[in-house]
């Protein structure tokens, strides 16, 4: 960063491989950087006050896929991401000063494993893995506003960025 101007990052799931990434970027361009937790009874006012004024909110919710999917296992994938971007998503919409930017996270499992893909591909997979991911797309897409950006990231397991919309 140059001059006087200083972002203001706020990371949800900033301890993740993803998150500990980004922050040590940031850090590095000299940004004000923050961590916010999310859990079930977190109060919705405490965590618009968090991300108020925050240029940037990235949200990388949810608990490791580095896991056996039990079926308990999987409802705990789904309710990390989908139920903690619900919440993100209801405090930007009480916030006076919202983000300028908000990032969400998705994955690659969303699409058909033994097709190639492109930033256009739209043949997703029909298992979990897809419909969690579709299903946190959909929820973060819920706070669109004309007034400010919407982006979502798709991740394959290396960390490295497949596609933007």
Known sequence: MSGKFKLNVVICGM??????????????????VEGISIRENTPL????????NCDIL???SGVTILARWSESYKKRLYSSRIDTTKKLVD???ICKDRPKLFLSASAVG????????????????????AHLCLD??????KCSDPLWSNLCKRWRSNNKNVTTF
Request: hydrophobic letters at 35%; a negative charge.
């Open 110 to 129: 969303i699409y058909e494993s033994n097709l190639v893909h492109n930033d256009s591909s739209q043949n997703y997979a029909d298992d979990f893995l």
């Open 15 to 32: 301890s993740g491989l993803v998150g500990s990434k980004l922050y040590d970027f940031f850090i590095s361009k000299h940004c004000d």
């Open 91 to 93: 405090a930007i919409e």
């Open 45 to 52: 006012e405490d965590i618009a006050t968090k991300i108020k």
């Open 58 to 60: 990235i949200n990388l």
């Open 136 to 141: 946190w797309e959909t929820q973060a897409k």
